[in-house]
């Protein structure tokens, strides 16, 4: 198992036995996991995104595969809180794992009755800035430098017990200023990158394959974007860094915590193998036993530069 | 990673004393292609089995399948458990879309075969709906004593379920993770989108909300 080897990583107040934990929307609310593994076995999981009523989702098609990747469009389908906190929740906090909700909103006020219904509740809250604000217009709060750093703040008031994570959107412009702004209000970590908008096309039927249009790419594909930016964003702040895109080896978590993550979340990986996140993190371990390395959060910023 | 994702199939046969699973498919892109290629002892990646089979009959009703195409696939083990007793409907665009024809007429799998193809290839010319709709008219029992068990392209399905009858249509949808988490085989349904993958495939007639 650990054999003088210490995965712990620290966000905040809270502290994770191992840095790999499940990416938002590819967990669902945990209880289908619990089929394939003990999900105790990981350093938390982060479930699928709520918002306050419930969404119905975008119609079908939501899925297409495209090379080393995935685009989805799901449309953040979800139960709404209430259903979440009495129905989603207590079966998941049984299983000994920290669990982190995923939650998102069309308003600042939205996120922020979110925030205060959930602290305490769960471990941590991750907040998905990449949803359209209605109130302006409709541009997602990950974009507009304003109202991401009011959606942070807001968020941030009604939390007094659970840590705070910011989900940045890899559509900014300068991912290191929407860094810094979440840093500024007071968010415990960074979790990076959400999807990437993308689309699509059968030339034999002219359609697109979304139903939708747009949908958000994930998987290998992006990983070298995400590193990228994990890098960026990592070097402009003190607090620590969830990484993932693309992410489905142990190498690849390295890789992602050498350009500066402290912890990282797997998710389309998951759909290749249930078990992936419990395999990257044996993945993890041997590359630690391998190089000799007793402390994983040595691995954190040890990108050799010049 | 590339092609990334797994693909859904039903099973077509299964034998557990001998450790074997046939899979029925259709050489339609990239993936059933490389599937076409694969040779004795290769090895492939299997996850299941997932998903909800067709319920039980009940015992005071008549099966009747309906295989539009390759659903043939879905519905074949229906046949073997009927224990001859279904009527079959089996249609596709021409002769070449019912690779099972002759195995079920030799086999007498059915109780009734009714072959249709779009072109008149074999069979009746038209739609396994059109044969279906003769058929229910003709028959002196009423629609209730039977349970109707499909598989086949959406158009199909929906026609069928505009017939009154009762039943169960086995549904194909894009799949990414197969195990209900990522929500991307939704079914639009009378109460709300379903997962193919969790509470399907097979789902009541009268649930689906056809498009």
Not at chain 1, 172 to 187: N, P, T
Not at chain 2, 13 to 31: F, N, S, T
Request: aromatic residues 6%.
């Amino acid at each position: 198992m650990n054999k003088g080897k210490n995965l712990k990583v620290r966000l905040g107040s809270l502290v994770l036995q191992n840095p790999v934990m499940t990416a938002s929307g590819t967990a669902g609310y945990g209880t289908e996991l619990a089929r394939f593994y003990d999900p105790s076995l990981l350093g938390a999981i982060i479930l699928k995104g709520i918002s306050l009523s419930p969404w119905q989702g975008n119609p079908p098609p939501r899925i297409a595969e495209t090379p080393c990747g995935m685009i989805n469009s799901i449309g953040l389908q979800n139960v709404g809180l209430e259903a979440f906190l009495k129905e989603k929740l207590p079966p998941v906090m049984k299983y000994g794992v920290p669990v982190i909700a995923n939650i998102l909103g069309n308003t600042a006020g939205q996120y922020a009755t979110l925030a205060e219904r959930l602290d305490g509740a769960v471990h941590g809250v991750e907040l998905n800035v990449s949803c359209p604000n209605v109130k302006k217009g409709g541009i997602a709060f990950g974009v507009d430098p304003k109202g991401f750093t009011r959606l942070v703040r807001e968020a941030r008031r009604r939390m007094k017990k659970s840590i705070l994570i910011v989900k940045l959107s890899p559509g900014a412009q300068d991912i290191a200023e929407f860094a810094r702004r979440a840093e500024a209000e007071g968010a415990d970590a960074l979790s990076l990158i959400n999807t990437i908008p993308a689309m699509a096309i059968d030339a034999n039927t002219r359609r697109p394959l979304i139903k939708n249009i747009i949908g958000g790419l994930s998987g290998p594909a992006i990983k070298p974007i995400a590193l990228r930016m994990v890098y960026q964003a990592s070097k402009a702040v003190g607090i620590p860094v969830i990484g993932m895109g693309g992410i489905t080896t142990g190498q690849d978590a390295v890789e992602f915590m050498l350009a500066g993550a402290a912890a990282v979340a797997v998710g389309t990986a998951t759909f290749l193998n249930p078990m992936a996140p419990v395999a990257i993190l044996e993945g993890i371990r041997a590359y630690m036993d391998k190089h000799k390395i007793k402390d994983v959060s040595s691995l954190t910023g040890g990108l050799v530069e010049g | 990673m590339d092609p990334l994702l797994k693909r859904p199939f039903g099973y077509f046969r299964m034998d557990a004393a001998k450790g074997e699973l046939e899979i029925l498919y259709r050489v339609r892109g990239r993936v059933t292609s490389l599937m076409s290629a694969l040779q004795k002892g290769g090895e492939v990646e299997m996850l299941g089995p997932l998903g909800n089979p067709y319920p039980e009959l009940i015992s005071s009703k008549t099966p009747l399948i309906a295989a539009g195409g390759v659903g043939i696939a879905s519905v074949y083990p229906l046949l073997e458990r009927f224990k001859g007793r279904a009527h079959l409907f089996y249609g596709g665009k021409n002769r070449d879309e019912l690779p099972l024809k002759e195995t079920i007429e030799k086999k007498r799998l059915a109780r009734r075969l009714v072959i249709s193809t779009e072109d008149g290839s074999a069979g009746l010319k038209g739609t396994l709906v059109e044969a279906l709709e003769v058929f229910l008219k003709e028959q002196k029992f009423p629609a209730k004593s039977f349970t109707l068990f499909a598989c086949g392209p959406q158009g199909m399905l929906k026609a069928l379920s505009r017939l009154g009858l009762d039943g169960y249509v086995s549904v194909e949808e894009k799949m990414a993770c197969g195990i209900g988490v990522c929500l991307g085989c939704a079914v639009k349904t009378k109460n709300g989108y379903k997962r193919a993958c969790a509470e399907g495939p097979v789902f009541n007639i009268k649930e689906v909300a056809f498009e």
